[in-house]
């Protein structure tokens, strides 16, 4: 073998060079990434890669938590919500910056400046509920204070939200939105993290996949179940959960996440389990109700998970043993308590009550008499035993 001459050595050299170049732009490049923060780069761009993902999560009410409107009303997918016609009362669109929900429970309002519309009528638009048997209505929002109310809510309502108080900047240069954000309503990043390095190396830059649905479907302290009026308030999923027998499972393991819970991917279903992907019967394959036939997903959730949350709307069921309210969201909570003596509120009635072992529970007015009207509580307590 001849030894290298000046020339080809030189050329060694500069391949070397060249090599050891790249391999530190390439560090540096890494170290840069890892170094700098990721940026929201908007759902749209996930849909070139996830368009399936993409395509039923956007017929979810996720997207519309927060939507800006344009001199005309919030657009919402086909076989979904039948929509909001019109601004509340003596507004037209164009006095209407943003319009908070819409998507199966209710409607609410922010002015041209950003903040929230309340007062005693005509505040919030309730959309019409089939379960219950209510039309479109409009009703007071914070009627007592009858002001504007700041936008604070970008958290649960929006992507990329930077809460900055009073003294902004505010989205939009609005005054009365005490924040920004990279995208209003709740979409992919909301959950998954700003993507623009997994965009880049999707596969060195992996996005999350944890659940964080208790970052929103929950209120305050997670151990206390919040309640008003007899019935719990409509966050308090995660809270229900927590107190469940069903603690240690994950919110994917019944639902699918992509999925509205009520509308479905507009397809038709008349149970209203649309995002529901598993059978009860997976876990409980020994449970039959023996007083109407095999098991079904919808009956068990007639009893173990009643409409005993509100959101929007409640009405009452007169039964032998009183009112029963009956709202327009179901527990999680499931473990149905067959001591007719067990209240399920606190004194108070700002919480629902919870025994020493963390447990809560619902009770047999609530998961018998909205239906059985016609007998009394004696009688679900004597019965209830029977029905596995």
Request: hydrophobic share 25%; proline share 6%.
């Amino acid at each position: 073998m001849k030894p290298l001459n000046s020339n080809s050595m030189e050329l060694v050299t500069i391949a070397n060079a060249l090599v050891i170049t790249l391999v530190l732009i390439t560090l540096v490049s890494n170290a840069t990434d890892l170094l700098a923060q990721p940026t929201y780069i908007g759902d749209d761009t996930c849909s070139d890669c996830h368009n399936h993902i993409y395509q039923n999560y956007r017929k979810s009410g996720h997207p519309y938590k927060l939507q800006k409107i344009e001199n005309s009303p919030p657009v919402y997918p086909k076989e979904t919500s039948p929509g909001v016609p019109n601004p509340p009362k003596g507004l037209n669109w164009s006095d209407i910056s943003y319009v908070i929900g819409g998507f199966g429970w209710k409607a609410r309002f922010m002015d041209k400046e950003g903040y929230i519309l309340t007062g005693p009528e005509d505040r919030q638009y309730n959309l019409p509920n089939r379960h219950l048997g209510t039309v479109a209505h409009w009703v007071s929002y914070d009627k007592k204070k009858g002001q504007r109310k700041p936008y604070t809510c970008g958290a649960c309502h929006t992507t990329g939200w930077t809460p900055t108080g009073a003294q902004g900047p505010h989205q939009d240069n609005l005054p009365g939105i005490h924040g920004t954000w990279s995208q209003p309503g709740v979409t992919c990043e909301a959950c998954h993290g700003p993507a623009s390095y997994h965009v880049r190396k999707p596969s060195q830059f992996k996005l999350t996949t944890e659940e964080r649905c208790g970052d929103c479907h929950k209120r305050g302290d997670a151990t206390q179940i919040d309640a008003k009026d007899g019935l719990i308030k409509h966050h308090e999923q995660y809270e229900d959960l927590l107190a469940s027998p069903h603690q240690m499972l994950k919110c994917s393991s019944c639902h699918e996440p992509h999925s509205s819970v009520i509308y479905g991917n507009g397809k038709s279903d008349s149970k209203g389990l649309k995002s529901i992907k598993e059978s009860c019967l997976l876990c409980h394959k020994e449970q039959t109700v023996k007083l109407n036939g095999s098991a079904h997903v919808n009956e068990c959730t007639s009893c173990h998970m009643p409409r005993i949350g509100k959101s929007a709307v409640a009405i009452k069921h007169e039964s032998v043993s009183g009112a029963v309210s009956e709202g327009d969201i179901r527990t999680h909570i499931f473990r149905i308590d067959t001591n007719k003596d067990w209240d399920m509120f606190t004194d108070d009635g700002n919480f629902v009550r919870i025994d020493d072992s963390g447990n809560a529970y619902i009770t047999l007015d609530r998961s018998c008499l909205s239906c059985h009207t016609d007998k009394a509580l004696e009688w679900a307590h004597e019965n209830s035993r029977s029905v596995h």
